[in-house]
């Protein structure tokens, strides 16, 4: 039986193995978890609810457990597993059981057309069926559960093909689910490489969610296309960190910094472009070398620990080639762009860049590492258009004393959520949409538009007047033309007294009664 090693980043040893799935197996799976669903779907919301409620309290008490996993599968310091990876789960689940019955009641619509008078009609959100996740490995957990959660209080299946990086913490997480009264077919983990998250979705998912590259992304894309399933694709981003020059210089310091070095740098929603207005820029250069030079690289097993490995050989490689060749290019190199070799295999010093040419991959591409380059422009207009010059449009922030400016710059932004003096803290907001534009996918996850995502929108109405006849069926001969036109005049006429004037007329084509 084939198995996927866990690896532990700071060592580059395995601590564990994981039967993996068979490609040829999901055909099975995946009528499990259809059975699964037609049961589920039938449960009253309120069991779904203490299922989700339950699980909640099982990840509370195992919080602990969970943060050392992660850090052991991706690295990063245990406080940050605890506090962005396990405690925003925490939230979901929170947020998720307390929205659902709102969000998923059915909601009334009344046309507000003269000539639709009385209809009446709702919009219900049903289940879509068996919903796929494929999630990476950089947050294990609130990525998938952002996405599970709601799915399965909609009455949804839901397989999960986590990165074979991070399976572990993934199964992990699932079995606190069943423990807390999820049916096992109902939620199934499938381990393995990208050959099993292609057998997933030729297996014919109702829906697939991705987290990931953009190049993989494209793929999951074209696949689900052909089998005509629909796809929420979260890939990735080169945010925007803009600082005016009347920003707070140490509160932008510092959040540039955990901006861009939270989780390695390895966050699809880091600072990773800084862009600052030029009366700020030395002092913000130089407050900045000042401050990272203070980080602590080390495993992240270890207190006291800021930043932890990259998350493979692979990865790290690939860093290296975006540095080099924008070193080439002519930017400058002032703090660290070193590996680490005597602390582990893939540690590397956090790195800030000056005079980076914009053609450079630092500015360019996505760089999934410790990596700052840091750029000065003249003015707020020219910050939004180098900004918006991107084919990413995750996230971005920007940093000012005057938040009414900065609200108005944000919305100049192209990117699927802004922040004011803050970044990244939106993803771990439940009730916020997490999404990009342009490259950086299509769909939502979290809060209400995420509910929306995981359910089929069906709308069902009645005809309260069905002893009426109705003035667009059949029927078209000539004399009733001028009240066919009378009733379009009734309905829509943008003064008063003609619409007065056409009620005859449209009064007469209720009457006709001619049998088609």
Not at 103 to 112: A, D, E, K, T, V
Request: proline share 7%.
């Amino acid at each position: 039986m084939r198995t996927i090693p866990a690896i532990d980043p700071a060592t580059g040893t395995a601590f564990a193995e994981t039967p993996a799935t068979a490609p040829e197996e999901l055909p099975g799976i995946l009528a499990r978890a259809r059975a699964a669903q037609r049961v589920w779907a039938g449960t009253p919301l309120a069991h779904r609810k203490r299922v989700v409620e339950q699980f909640q309290q099982q990840l509370y008490h195992a919080r602990q457990e969970l943060a050392g996993l992660i850090t052991r599968e991706t690295g990063k310091p245990v406080v940050e597993a605890l506090l962005t990876d396990v405690a925003v789960t925490l939230d979901l689940a929170r947020y998720s059981r307390g929205a659902a019955a709102r969000l998923l009641r059915p909601r009334r619509i009344r046309p507000g057309n003269p000539a639709l008078l009385g209809k009446r009609g709702w919009l219900h959100w049903d289940p879509l069926g068996v919903v796929a996740i494929i999630s990476p490995w950089n947050y294990p957990l609130l990525l998938p559960f952002g996405e599970l959660l709601p799915a399965l209080l909609a009455g949804n299946a839901v397989l999960i093909k986590p990165s074979e990086y991070t399976t572990r913490t993934l199964l992990r997480g699932v079995e606190l689910l069943h423990a807390a009264g999820c049916p096992t077919d109902l939620c199934q983990v499938l381990a393995g490489d990208g050959r099993v998250g292609a057998a997933l979705i030729e297996a014919g998912p109702d829906k697939v969610f991705f987290t990931g590259s953009v190049s993989t992304g494209r793929r999951v894309a074209v696949a689900a296309a052909e089998r005509m399933i629909p796809v929420n694709l979260e890939l990735g981003g080169s945010d925007p960190f803009l600082v005016l020059a009347d920003a707070d210089l140490d509160r932008a310091v510092s959040g540039a910094i955990w901006a861009r070095f939270t989780n390695g740098g390895q966050t699809c929603v880091a600072a990773k472009r800084i862009i600052v207005e030029r009366p700020l820029y030395q002092p913000f250069v130089q407050r900045l070398l000042e401050r990272v030079g203070m980080l602590v690289l080390g495993p992240g097993s270890q207190p006291g620990v800021d930043l932890g490995p990259i998350i493979r050989e692979s990865q790290l490689v690939e860093l290296e080639r975006q540095l080099a060749a924008s070193v080439a290019l002519g930017a400058k190199i002032r703090l660290g762009g070193r590996r680490r070799p005597d602390l582990g295999p893939t540690f590397f010093e956090p790195t800030v860049l000056t005079d980076v040419p914009l053609d450079a991959p630092v500015w360019r591409e996505e760089t999934f590492g410790p990596l700052m380059p840091v750029v000065a422009v003249d003015n707020v207009d020219a910050a939004v258009r180098l900004a918006n010059d991107s084919s990413f449009g995750l996230s971005a922030s920007v940093w000012t004393r005057d938040r009414k400016r900065g609200r108005s710059v944000a919305r100049r932004l192209q990117a699927g959520a802004v922040l004011v003096n803050d970044a990244t803290c939106h993803v771990g907001t439940a009730e916020v949409p997490h999404g990009g534009e342009k490259a950086s996918g299509l769909g939502r996850s979290h809060g209400e538009l995420g509910f929306q995502e995981v359910c089929r929108p069906r709308f069902v109405g009645t005809d309260l007047l069905d002893g009426i006849r109705k003035p667009w069926w059949f029927g078209y001969d000539a004399a009733s033309m001028g009240d066919r036109d009378a009733f379009l005049r009734f309905a829509f006429a943008p003064r008063w007294w003609e619409r007065l004037g056409a009620i005859r007329g449209a009064l007469r084509l209720l009457r006709n009664r001619r049998p088609i």
